[in-house]
């Protein structure tokens, strides 16, 4: 499954700033940090968190549709390096 711009979308607008796009059993899910540690995020993946993604558009969580675009894309290319 790739990342979507609507999934970084969904990242940045989380309603809470410790939030992390994890990839597991093959879906996206946008999740609390404080819950990764749990039993229904045993093997997930992390690809990104909110605050990463904000640092690499500068700083800002308002973003047009290509940046979107550029960071689900930049994702993807990190999770298929990674073998996922």
Known sequence: MDIS???VRRLLT???TDTELVL??????????AELASA????ALR????DEIV???????????????EQAEALNTAVRNLGA
């Not at 597991?24 to 940090?33: D, L, M, N, Q, Y």
């Not at 690809?47 to 909110?50: G, L, P």
């Not at 640092?55 to 675009?69: H, K, N, P, T, Y």
Request: glycine fraction near 12%.
């Open 55 to 69: 640092q690499r558009i500068g700083g800002r969580e308002s973003v047009s549709a290509r940046e979107l675009e």
């Open 24 to 33: 597991i059993e093959g879906r996206i899910e946008i999740v609390p940090a």
């Open 40 to 43: 229904a995020y045993r093997g």
């Open 14 to 16: 989380a309603g809470e």
């Open 47 to 50: 690809v990104a968190s909110r």
């Open 5 to 7: 711009a609507d999934d």
